[in-house]
């Protein structure tokens, strides 16, 4: 089951964030700043899953968003790349090439 999914620039200004579980905002502050800073650390070839505290942590990166989901560790990770690539081309679909633009954008 997929814990979170955060979506972020590569200076690392956050644009989306979506939790599936009931956790305080302190935590979700530090659980942001930590993603944020470990997937941003990682080199540009380096594997798009990571092992962090007990999740799995599936991330990619399309133009200048990454899209991170933290999911179980019994679940499936290409089945996670998969999930974010659906959403990413849903995303291209209603917003167009100017994804970032809108994203940045508060919606009211």
């Known amino acids: 089951m997929m814990r979170y999914m955060l979506l972020f620039?590569?200076?690392?200004k956050l644009r989306l964030q979506k939790w599936f579980?009931?956790?305080g905002e302190?935590?979700?502050k530090k659980i942001i700043r930590d993603m944020t800073q470990m997937v941003?650390?990682?080199?540009p070839k380096t594997c798009n899953f990571l092992n962090w505290k007990d999740l799995k942590v599936v991330y990619k990166r399309y133009a200048s968003l990454y899209f991170c989901c933290a999911m179980e560790d019994q679940d499936n990770e290409l089945l996670a790349l998969e999930i974010l690539?659906?959403?990413?081309?849903l995303l291209d679909k209603y917003f167009g090439n100017t994804?970032?633009?809108?994203?940045?954008k508060p919606a009211f």
Not at 9 to 12: K, L, T, Y
Not at 40 to 43: E, G, M, P, V
Not at 85 to 89: K, L, M
Not at 99 to 104: A, H, I, K, P, W
């Open 85 to 89: 690539h659906r959403y990413v081309e």
């Open 26 to 28: 302190r935590e979700k």
């Open 21 to 23: 579980i009931a956790i």
């Open 99 to 104: 994804m970032e633009e809108y994203m940045s």
């Open 9 to 12: 620039s590569r200076q690392g």
């Open 40 to 43: 941003l650390a990682r080199k």
